[in-house]
Nanobody
Framework: QVQLVESGGGLVQTGESLRLSCAAS????????MEWYRQAPGKQRELVAT???????NYASSVTGRFTISRDNAKNTVYLQMDSLKAEDAAVYYC???????????????WGQGTQVTVSS
């Protein structure tokens, strides 16, 4: 089993920055993918950023150039640096880890409890 604990959410003003962290513990495979999602009230949960254990990243178009995902494999921790925050970035941010034992086995997915990000104008 895997546990994920997010931290770093809070209230900021438009244009400011915030850094989220997600620490994973438990049975973590060397090869995995860690992701940040967000969900605003009344909206579907959306993928924000992805990073593989090898360091490859991908971003939603709405955050490209403003958000940076990174990870510390030694600490099993993923970060989301959010700069130039906008009102529309306000949401609950969730961390997800997915992993599989081999390329032909099923993915296992684990979610954190979420951390609130509020952006005031």
């Amino acid at each position: 089993q895997v546990q994920l604990v997010e931290s770093g959410g809070g209230l900021v003003q438009t244009g400011e920055s915030l850094r989220l962290s997600c620490a994973a513990s438990g049975s973590i495979f060397n090869s995995n993918v860690m992701e940040w999602y967000r969900q605003a009230p009344g909206k579907q949960r959306e993928l924000v950023a992805t990073i593989t254990s090898g360091g490859s990243t991908n971003y939603a178009s709405s955050v490209t150039g403003r958000f940076t995902i990174s990870r510390d494999n030694a600490k099993n921790t993923v970060y989301l640096q959010m700069d130039s925050l906008k009102a529309e970035d306000a949401a609950v941010y969730y961390c997800k880890l997915r992993q599989r034992l081999t390329p032909v086995t099923r993915w296992s997915e684990y979610w954190g409890q979420g951390t609130q990000v509020t952006v005031s104008s």
